[in-house]
């Protein structure tokens, strides 16, 4: 009888186990789900990759703007001091530019304007160039004979940013007039 029972809960134990294709259907269903979810969390983390990458170029984006309106401000504060290097320059006469305080005027807005230039600041020559109202500003105007026209002031950019601009008197040509 123990014979019996054991071949009986064997048969039934063989009826209780799926079949292959039940199995495998399964098999393909638990897959399929642990691939979605896998999908999803790798599509979660590369969107939080993207936006970490984002705040630290706008982080750093603006770094660099602050910066770009420290010195800015600095160098807008600083521009008088080289307008008075300028005038002390020009009431100096040939003979006297050549001494020791000549020099040394001479030496320090050099020094300034090398300074300067190394945080973006660009001296802009007019000579020779097309009056552009764009860019120009026109204090004056004198004919010429010759064709074209003739800035007679510099004026100084920031960052391709005009800060400054003296680009006056210019002599326009008859034609132009």
Same mark, same amino acid.
């Given at each position: 009888?123990?014979?019996?029972?054991?071949?009986?809960?064997?048969?039934?134990?063989?009826?209780?186990?799926?079949?292959?294709?039940?199995?495998?259907?399964? !098999? &393909?269903? +638990? #897959?399929?789900?642990? =691939?979605?979810?896998?999908?999803?969390?790798?599509? /979660?983390?590369?969107?939080?990759?993207?936006?970490?990458?984002?705040?630290?170029?706008?982080?750093?984006?603006?770094?660099?703007?602050?910066?770009?309106?420290?010195?800015?401000?600095?160098?807008?504060?600083?521009?008088?001091?080289?307008?008075? !290097? &300028?005038? +002390? #320059?020009?009431?100096? =006469?040939?003979?006297?530019?050549?001494?020791?305080? /000549?020099?040394?005027?001479?030496?320090?807005?050099?020094?300034?304007?090398?300074?300067?230039?190394?945080?973006?600041?660009?001296?802009?020559?007019?000579?020779?160039?097309?009056?552009?109202?764009?860019?120009?500003?026109?204090?004056?105007?004198?004919?010429?004979?010759?064709?074209?026209?003739?800035?007679?002031?510099?004026?100084?950019?920031?960052? /391709?940013?005009?800060?400054?601009?003296?680009?006056?008197?210019?002599?326009?040509?008859?034609?132009?007039?």
């Amino acid at each position: 009888m123990d014979e019996e029972k054991k071949m009986q809960e064997e048969e039934n134990s063989e009826e209780e186990l799926p079949t292959t294709e039940e199995s495998m259907k399964e !098999f &393909d269903s +638990a #897959l399929s789900k642990a =691939e979605k979810e896998r999908d999803e969390y790798l599509a /979660g983390w590369k969107r939080a990759k993207a936006d970490l990458l984002n705040a630290q170029k706008e982080t750093e984006q603006k770094m660099k703007q602050f910066a770009y309106f420290a010195n800015a401000n600095l160098i807008a504060d600083l521009l008088p001091v080289l307008d008075s !290097f &300028d005038m +002390a #320059l020009h009431t100096f =006469e040939e003979k006297d530019k050549d001494s020791a305080m /000549g020099r040394g005027y001479v030496l320090v807005q050099t020094q300034m304007f090398d300074l300067l230039r190394r945080y973006g600041l660009e001296v802009i020559d007019p000579k020779g160039k097309e009056f552009d109202p764009k860019i120009h500003e026109a204090i004056d105007t004198k004919q010429c004979e010759t064709s074209g026209c003739d800035g007679s002031d510099e004026g100084l950019n920031y960052y /391709g940013k005009d800060i400054r601009n003296r680009f006056g008197n210019y002599k326009f040509s008859k034609r132009n007039c």
